[in-house]
């Protein structure tokens, strides 16, 4: 008998494996199928970078754009429309997982407009409009943990509402997020409303190693982003593990998971699974880029799960601080970063369709 493909192990380890990509040839030919079916892919995200290279150089949707076009839709509208097409399909697909596990997994995530990062009332508007929408059970709204995103968060959750918080770069980020999604589920028990309300928090892991390249010695390059996730992963049991938590488990709530993104690296001397390999943690999440799912698939390995203590991270970060650097200020430099960085693709991504819809139409 063959051995198991790595995605397998790390399934078998007790971390869902996810899809950081999405397009509609992903979806025509199967390809997304062939992920679940043979490497144990259980659920996927999308961002506007992503929809942003779907569509380019791609013929696969001009002509719903062109019937689109002709339904009087453009710009932004335009492109939920698409988005919403390609990930209820995705939802389908992972829906067999979604009902096995009653809900834990088999997720897919669509973002509300970053231009909203900071309006938390809009943020929530969009959340609640988009869920409706897509009118299936496993689809995430995408919410920035920005300090003005917290409340959206929590007011989302309330409103039962499932949230991918993304844009989290650090353990306090991710304690933000987290508390923000109990409040809004202490909310709904005192409201007498039912608690289970999925959630995960996306903890960015890559960004930490690029930003202290050169900056750090030797021997902690590339080990940061990695301390990073595990201190996250400690706070994380602990939180888990607190009575406020517990509380609402008791009365049918499904834990907010930890989420670890943009585990790619970015180093091209460095493994290509360096942090898949490392960040191994049981009962959360990993969404990887389709480069590295097919790195992993071919030469990954998961023979154990990362130290629910944090194993060496706080001396790695003692280290890194040693050299310099201002932990705190970096992470929120990342977030900010982060934040501009979506603005940004979200501009593209609307160029994107502007362009095309004009050689449609003409």
């Known amino acids: 008998m063959s051995e198991r493909p790595a995605t397998a192990r790390l399934r078998a380890l007790g971390q869902s494996l996810w899809l950081d990509n999405i397009t509609r040839a992903l979806l025509d030919d199967g390809t997304l199928q062939r992920y679940i079916d043979q490497w144990s892919v259980t659920g996927l995200t999308s961002n506007p970078t992503i929809f942003d290279q779907a569509l380019k150089g791609s013929a696969d949707y001009d002509a719903e754009i062109r019937e689109r076009l002709r339904q009087g839709q453009s710009g932004e509208a335009l492109f939920f429309e698409l988005a919403l097409v390609d990930l209820t399909r995705a939802a389908d697909l992972f829906a067999p997982v979604h009902r096995r596990t009653r809900g834990v997994d088999g997720w897919?995530?669509?973002e509300v407009s970053p231009l909203l990062a900071y309006d938390a009332r809009s943020t929530l508007a969009a959340a609640r409009e988009l869920h409706a929408r897509a009118a299936r059970p496993n689809l995430f709204i995408k919410i920035p943990g920005t300090a003005e995103g917290l409340p959206a968060i929590e007011d989302a959750t309330f409103a039962g509402v499932p949230v991918n918080v993304t844009l989290l770069f650090s353990?306090?980020?991710?304690?933000?997020?987290?508390?923000?999604?109990?409040?809004?589920?202490?909310?709904?028990?005192?409201?007498?409303?039912?608690?289970?309300?999925?959630?995960?928090?996306?903890?960015?892991?890559?960004?930490?190693?690029?930003?202290?390249a050169g900056k750090v010695p030797d021997a902690l390059e590339m080990k940061l982003g990695i301390a990073i996730g595990l201190q996250a992963y400690r706070a994380?049991?602990?939180?888990?593990?607190?009575?406020?938590?517990?509380?609402?488990?008791?009365?049918?709530?499904?834990?907010?998971?930890?989420?670890?993104?943009?585990?790619?690296?970015?180093?091209?001397?460095?493994?290509?699974?360096?942090?898949?390999?490392?960040?191994?943690?049981?009962?959360?999440?990993?969404?990887?880029?389709?480069?590295?799912?097919?790195?992993?698939?071919?030469?990954?390995?998961?023979?154990?799960?990362?130290?629910?203590?944090?194993?060496?991270?706080?001396?790695?970060?003692?280290?890194?601080?040693?050299?310099?650097?201002?932990l705190d200020a970096l992470a929120a430099r990342l977030q900010s970063d982060g934040a501009a960085a979506f603005v940004k693709s979200w501009h593209d991504l609307l160029a994107r369709i502007a362009s095309k819809s004009a050689a449609l139409s003409g």
């Not at 999440?285 to 023979?303: I, S």
């Open 171 to 212: 353990t306090a980020h991710y304690l933000a997020a987290a508390e923000a999604w109990l409040r809004g589920i202490e909310r709904r028990l005192d409201a007498g409303l039912a608690p289970d309300v999925a959630s995960v928090a996306s903890l960015f892991i890559s960004r930490w190693d690029v930003a202290v």
């Open 108 to 110: 897919v995530s669509l």
């Open 236 to 326: 994380y049991g602990e939180f888990l593990a607190s009575p406020r938590v517990r509380r609402v488990m008791n009365e049918g709530a499904t834990p907010q998971r930890l989420l670890m993104a943009s585990t790619g690296t970015k180093n091209p001397q460095a493994p290509d699974t360096l942090y898949v390999e490392a960040l191994a943690a049981p009962f959360t999440v990993n969404t990887l880029p389709e480069g590295t799912l097919k790195a992993f698939a071919d030469h990954g390995r998961a023979d154990a799960p990362a130290p629910a203590d944090g194993g060496d991270c706080e001396a790695v970060l003692a280290g890194v601080r040693a050299a310099g650097v201002d």
